[in-house]
């Protein structure tokens, strides 16, 4: 990680131009630079956080968020992106609960895959729909495309809940092929 904060921390003098001027080319490209080193900057602290996961080390901040409100907020941050590759976002609102206690920043991001990825691989005039509803807790895996209380609560103090929150993301895309799924 700490080359591509150097990356990027350079292009950021350039684009300041504290070594000299830049011209629009170059500052377009290095936009680009930038644009791109953020998002490898976020592919490697997914991929750390993953690793986190699966050793059982991942740390939680769980506080009172409105799941109504991260929903909304992805579509918002995606909507550009969904317009431009002709795709429409449909957000189905299930009944209104106040908050719940998730770790906002990693729902929030794990709502932000799931919806560009239902939004890169929909048909041009295909919709992603992104769906809130109550659902019963459940010892069963999550579904790909759904997140679940069980993905971001801390193990033990989920299990004496009697309701849970569940996000859909559905699409007309071509799906993940059943050999890829898990068991």
């Known amino acids: 990680k700490t080359p591509l ?4 921390e350079a292009a950021a003098l350039l684009q300041e131009e504290v070594p000299g001027e830049v011209n629009d080319k170059q500052r377009r490209l290095l936009e680009i630079i930038s644009a791109e080193t953020r998002i490898l900057i976020g592919m490697i602290i997914d991929l750390l956080d993953l690793a986190r ?3 059982g080390r991942m740390g939680y901040k769980l506080e009172r968020a ?5 929903v909304r907020r992805v579509v918002v941050q995606l909507q550009f992106i969904a317009q431009h590759r002709g795709v429409t976002l449909i957000v189905d609102e299930g009944p209104r609960i106040g908050s719940i206690i998730v770790d906002e920043a990693k729902l929030t991001n794990a709502v932000r895959n799931l919806v560009g990825n239902a939004v890169k691989f929909s048909p041009r005039g295909g919709e992603v729909v992104i769906s809130t509803n109550l659902a019963e807790p459940s010892e069963e895996p999550v579904k790909a495309g759904e997140v679940s209380w069980s993905t971001f609560g801390t193990g033990q103090e989920n299990r004496s809940m009697e309701a849970a929150v569940m996000i859909s993301v559905s699409d007309q895309g071509p799906g993940i092929p059943e050999k890829d799924l898990p068991l």
């Open 66 to 70: 409105s799941h109504t409100d991260i």
């Open 53 to 55: 996961m699966e050793a």
């Open 5 to 8: 904060t150097s990356i990027k």
